[in-house]
């Protein structure tokens, strides 16, 4: 089945600071990449996706990059603010419409 | 409001106790998921319902039993648990058409606490 890694676990920066979070994954069939964020005590919810069919997408302060030969995609914050304290989990669209989700990161953005 | 509604929020519940989680949609999506989440590990898999037919179960002990009514309503069925089974139990759904994945809506979970 699917396998998806993700790095780091931990991730510290400076407000304003850019943040790196890759994840990879083993099936080349997979084609559905979001992110997820959860904050402490709530839900994950979807930041931002993106289709095997492109190989970047941004939106606002977020972006995703995508590159299917290497089988690897990751998520790249600008100009933190300390609000963007969470975990991040990155997914990989299986065969049935469900998720298999990474470990999660989880970035502290310090003031 | 989340559209997707779990109850309890907490529960604590003995190893011979019988309880239920309910997850409730209101999106008028066809596919609902049951995901464990444990204190440093992924989101877990458990269930899933495609037009309230089961096509996963991911290996998932029989003490943990699904139920899906309709395709706004799924039911976990918990009997004779473990103290490792503790963890936040997390109910989604999503608009599957077969043929390409589409995001996922939690709710906001169930914290099961087995003593």
Not at chain 1, 47 to 56: A, C, K, M, Q, T
Not at chain 2, 33 to 49: D, G, N, R, T
């Amino acid at each position: 089945g699917e396998n998806v890694e993700q790095h780091p676990s931990t991730l510290s920066v400076q407000e304003g600071d850019s943040a790196v979070i890759k994840c990879t994954y083993s099936d080349s069939a997979s084609n559905y990449f979001p992110w997820y964020k959860q904050e402490l005590g709530k839900r994950p919810q979807l930041i931002i996706d993106i289709r095997s069919n492109v190989g970047e997408k941004k939106d606002q302060r977020i972006a995703v990059t995508l590159n299917k030969t290497a089988k690897h995609f990751s998520l790249h914050i600008t100009e933190t603010q300390p609000e963007d304290s969470a975990v991040y989990f990155c997914a990989v669209g299986g065969s049935q419409g469900n998720l298999i989700f990474g470990k999660g990161t989880k970035l502290s953005v310090k003031p | 409001e989340t559209g997707v509604t779990q109850t309890p929020r907490h529960l604590v519940m003995g190893m011979t106790n019988k309880k239920s989680l309910k997850c409730e949609q209101h999106l008028g999506h066809n596919a609902m998921y049951w995901y464990k989440q444990s204190a440093k590990k992924p989101l877990e898999l458990m269930f899933v319902y495609n037009f309230k037919e089961q096509t996963e179960n991911n290996s998932v002990p029989s003490r943990f039993s699904p139920e899906c009514p309709n395709s706004s309503h799924l039911f976990l069925h918990l009997h004779t648990l473990q103290p490792e089974d503790s963890a936040l139990y997390l109910c989604a759904s999503s608009q599957a058409d077969g043929r390409s994945n589409s995001p996922l809506h939690f709710g906001n979970g169930t914290r099961l606490t087995v003593t």
